[in-house]
């Protein structure tokens, strides 16, 4: 009798362990949320906002002419661009047999500064010269140079001019910019610009970038360009991608050739349409060094305009021997003209001192 | 003795007397149980800090503390103090995915106590209410790439050509127009009706006062934390309500980490990679291209 009392005993008590520990476990189960929570995603996050490449095909064409011509790369000015900015251009003329020259001041160099006229040397280059590129010059060019290249350009010479937006920073340290030793160029206004050159063919390089916060090519400083009507150096451009560039103010002999529409210019931020490149007969002016870069010659139909551009540079017709050597201020006959300077030299046959470049 | 009137024993058989008294101890048993339950504030609202540079350490505390009390009972609403130039672009879009899943299942609202910039404010965007101060700042809608030197080391072997950048400088800046084209959509999409700005105007990535945000929709109201803590609580409908701060890592510890690009291996070498960098004002130092830079400017 005990022992089934016992057994009983410890029946009951299981069973009832049994629908505790059950009976909490089911409402534990029940009462208890589920710690997942419901996935979120942002609105915006589709798959429009993949940025889609810009077209980069085509090579850079060569350009064709019957003779071979001397094409004549300024370095003398403490031109910010590099060889290999230029590599695209530069290849496809010697490809095609021509001979790119770069000058890079008067070979007589160091500690000549004072003592010889670059502005002869240059001309003297030039000479023999049938196309010449200016990129980026740091230095202004001296009256000589200028009138220089500008028989040059009268005489059927190509000249082409590239610059790019002038950096606050960089011109902000415009007056304590080491030139190059021997260039003679002292006077260092807007670095970066061929300002004074420009000036005496009706075009300005413009301050500040242009931009377009709508429609560009994946960076607001990468706009689009389109040619403005029939040239040949916009034959078969459609629109051109220019990186960082700045725009041209031109006079009315000079025709914009490729101009960015509606846009904006970063230090007046206000919106319209811009020259990027301008003309006026051998002369070409772009506000934008980059897209001659490897990584820029072939996007969009930046190529074409490479292709054209050495074109330009290869087809023109200049006479020789232009400049003449007796071109004004060159410094022969015993006064010798500082070097940077625009202004006369002094006339009583004392030497200027120059302390532009700071030797 | 018989006749008298009946003795205490006698009156505690009577039934009525013995539950009362029961009952009277009872009561009284329960009164602070009854007290605490009567007196407790209806819920929490949590303080979550998001000071100082948006880093993995510091983003990860403040996800650690949304998850928290969206899983904690207790709390019924979020008001995040934010100060902030933002950080990593990375980061700081897993913390407006953290703050948005929060305010899917509570009110959130933010409290800019500082400045609320770039992922500052993108972490931002999705709070029910945005509180600003007149001299807080709120903006600076935008994406940087910093992309460290481009030439290899000599003594280097890599397997590719993009081994050690990952990609091209235009990859790089495909991609960094992505993330400014979902940072920018994002603005807009959360902002809704509020948002003055376009698009367009936005991707300036200006940065505003807190007034000025007002005015332009970046944000909701002037007023301060405790504004932001009331107007949670009123969205929660909790009118006795307690607060628990959730504060950021030390940014002393954090500071010198910051945003840089260089990580170390060993004693002998570092490793720097590409960041994409959502964070406000002027990087000095961090850019190999900045280094370029000055070095072309030198040699003009």
């Known amino acids: ?359 | 003795m018989t006749g008298g009137s009946p003795g205490l024993l006698d009156r505690l058989r009577n039934p009525v007397v013995l539950l009362g008294i029961l009952g009277l101890v009872v009561g009284v048993a329960l009164v602070p149980v009854v007290w605490d339950v009567s007196t407790e504030p209806d819920g929490t609202v949590a303080v979550v800090e998001m000071h100082g540079t948006i880093t993995g350490d510091t983003a990860t505390k403040a996800m650690d503390d949304l998850r928290e009390a969206r899983h904690n009972d207790s709390i019924e609403a979020v008001t995040l103090d934010v100060n902030s130039g933002g950080g990593l672009a990375s980061v700081s879009e897993q913390l407006y995915l953290a703050v948005k899943q929060t305010s899917q299942e509570m009110p959130v609202t933010v409290a800019v106590t500082g400045t609320a910039a770039s992922g500052g404010y993108y972490m931002s965007v999705p709070a029910d209410a945005i509180y600003v101060s007149p001299a807080s700042t709120v903006g600076s809608v935008g994406v940087r790439a910093v992309v460290p030197s481009s030439a290899t080391a000599d003594n280097q072997i890599t397997t590719g050509p993009d081994k050690a950048l990952g990609a091209t400088e235009t990859e790089v800046r495909q991609r960094v127009e992505t993330l400014r084209r979902a940072f920018v959509n994002t603005v807009v999409a959360e902002r809704g009706d509020h948002l003055a700005l376009s698009a367009s105007e936005l991707s300036y990535a200006k940065i505003y006062s807190g007034t000025r945000g007002v005015e332009l929709g970046l944000a909701d109201d002037i007023g301060g934390l405790d504004a932001a803590i009331d107007a949670a609580a009123d969205r929660a409908e909790i009118s006795d309500f307690r607060t628990v701060r959730m504060e950021s890592p030390s940014p002393d510890a954090l500071g010198q980490l910051g945003l840089s690009t260089e990580e170390t291996i060993d004693d002998q070498v570092t490793v720097s990679s590409t960041q994409y960098l959502m964070v406000y004002g002027r990087l000095n130092a961090l850019s190999a291209a900045t280094e370029t830079e000055v070095k072309t400017n030198g040699t003009n």
């Open chain 1, 1 to 359: 009798m005990a022992r089934t009392n016992l057994l009983r005993g410890v029946g009951v008590f299981a069973l009832l362990v049994v629908l505790i520990v059950g009976a909490t476990a089911v409402t534990g189960t029940l009462l208890s949320g589920t710690s997942q929570s419901e996935p979120v995603s942002g609105p915006a996050y589709n798959a429009e906002l993949i940025a889609t490449g810009v077209d980069d095909d085509g090579d850079v064409a060569t350009p064709t002419s019957d003779e071979q011509k001397t094409v004549v790369v300024d370095q003398s000015h403490g031109n910010a661009v590099s060889e290999t900015a230029l590599e695209p251009l530069l290849s496809v003329l010697v490809e095609s047999g021509h001979d790119v020259r770069f000058y890079s001041g008067d070979d007589s160099g160091l500690g000549t500064g004072g003592l010889s006229s670059e502005s002869s040397g240059l001309n003297g280059t030039l000479r023999s010269a049938d196309a010449f590129i200016v990129a980026n010059p740091a230095s202004a060019y001296t009256t000589a140079e200028i009138n220089g290249i500008e028989a040059f350009a009268d005489a059927g010479g190509r000249l082409l001019m590239l610059a790019d937006p002038i950096s606050p920073s960089s011109s902000g340290q415009s007056q304590s910019l080491p030139l190059p030793i021997g260039t003679g160029s002292g006077t260092t206004t807007t670095p970066g610009q061929p300002t004074n050159l420009a000036a005496r063919f009706g075009i300005s390089f413009g301050s500040g970038y242009l931009f377009d916060m709508d429609e560009n090519a994946n960076n607001y400083q990468r706009v689009y360009a389109n040619p403005t009507g029939e040239d040949p150096l916009t034959d078969g451009v459609d629109r051109l991608v220019v990186n960082d560039a700045t725009p041209l103010t031109t006079d009315d002999e000079v025709t914009p050739v490729v101009q960015s529409e509606d846009v904006r210019l970063s230090s007046t931020r206000r919106a319209g349409t811009y020259a990027v490149t301008a003309r006026t007969g051998d002369v070409v002016a772009v506000g934008n060094t980059e897209f001659l870069s490897p990584s820029s010659a072939t996007v969009a139909d930046n190529e074409l305009f490479v292709s054209n551009l050495a074109q330009f540079l290869v087809a023109g017709d200049k006479e020789t021997g232009v400049p003449k050597p007796s071109a004004p201020t060159t410094g022969i006959g015993g006064t010798i003209t500082p070097p940077g300077s625009d202004t006369p030299p002094p006339t009583n046959g004392t030497t200027t001192p120059t302390n532009e470049t700071g030797t």
